[in-house]
């Protein structure tokens, strides 16, 4: 059976991913590089930052679930006992990315106790990583004591988020922002997948699930901007592979119309995407997924 979706895709170029290398501009490491070089690097970073653009944020891709009509389902999100399993570096940044994700989901769906609890594995995991500076002790006491209006909490979950990625990129650290960005992703992915197990008469969630396949070429596109990196070889592998199955997917794209809300600071851009996805390639991208986000939260 192949469903056809005409959708709207929406980016909020306001979550601050979209500031990606420009802070790091100035470093002494570009000053010693040619003219050619430098140019080389400038070029490089405005590639990423257009994919950071592309892709959603945690906050973003909780929005798009709750969209659906999904409700709420605490136990496909990764257990915040979890946390002490994460050691090393790349799986402590692709499970910030993944508890991002899921406190998000809670906090969308005024689940507040229950973010509260992923706001704080996520400081944790932060804490490991060595960006205690981005989620300062000021803003966990604002968290806690916004903890039951939930504007003024999904506007601290973007913020707590914005501040982690500006940090790793003032600190050279962009590929760790990536592989952020790619647990992220993967785990808004896998929450999508269960709600469309759950409910296969949900088109709304089967449009999302379909949409993801330019948002992962995106992504890979991201991972490949660091190849010196070799905590990331296997994310980009990972990626790849997924991909391969995503490709099954028709979609085509015309641009839309670009609005910007000066008051909200927020840039839409209504891409006009129409996307073909069928029972069988669902079930494909379900049990890849699956697979992968096992291995992450493992």
């Known amino acids: 059976m192949i469903m056809k979706f005409t959708t709207v895709k929406v980016a909020l170029a306001s979550i601050v991913i979209a500031s990606l290398l420009s802070s790091c501009g100035g470093s002494n490491k570009e000053n010693e590089m040619t003219s050619a070089d430098s140019a080389a690097l400038k070029a490089s970073k405005v590639k990423a930052q257009k994919v950071f653009i592309a892709i959603p ?5 909780a929005n798009m679930i709750k969209s659906t009509g999904a409700t709420f389902n605490k136990s496909i999100l990764n257990p915040v006992s979890n946390v002490s399993k994460y050691t090393n570096i790349l799986n402590q940044a692709l499970n910030l990315g993944i508890y991002s994700t899921d406190l998000s989901y809670c906090s969308n769906f005024d689940q507040n106790q229950d973010a509260m609890q992923y706001m704080a594995t996520s400081k ?56 952020i960005v790619a647990g992220a992703w993967v785990e808004g992915l896998y929450v999508s997948c269960m709600i469309a197990k759950q409910a296969p008469k949900n088109t709304a969630i089967l449009q999302r699930i379909a949409e993801q396949k ?3 070429g995106d992504l890979v596109s991201l991972i490949e901007s660091y ?22 997917i028709s979609v085509s794209t015309t641009a839309g119309e670009v609005k910007t809300d000066d008051a909200k600071g927020q840039t839409v851009v209504g891409d006009i995407t129409e996307s073909n996805i069928s029972a069988e390639t669902l079930a494909s991208i379900t049990q890849k997924v699956v697979e992968l986000r096992g291995n992450y939260i493992k």
């Open 124 to 179: 944790k995991l932060a804490d490991a990583l060595g960006v205690t500076g981005a989620l300062s002790e000021t803003l966990i006491e604002r968290l806690e004591k916004n903890v039951n209006n939930k504007d003024s909490l999904m506007n601290l979950i973007s913020e707590s988020y914005e501040s982690t990625d500006s940090y790793l990129k003032e600190n050279d650290r962009a590929s760790t922002a990536a592989i």
């Open 57 to 61: 944020s945690p906050l973003e891709m």
């Open 214 to 216: 330019m948002i992962l």
């Open 227 to 248: 190849p010196n990196d070799a905590s990331l070889n296997q994310v980009l592998t990972d990626m790849k592979g997924l991909k391969s199955t995503f490709d099954a």
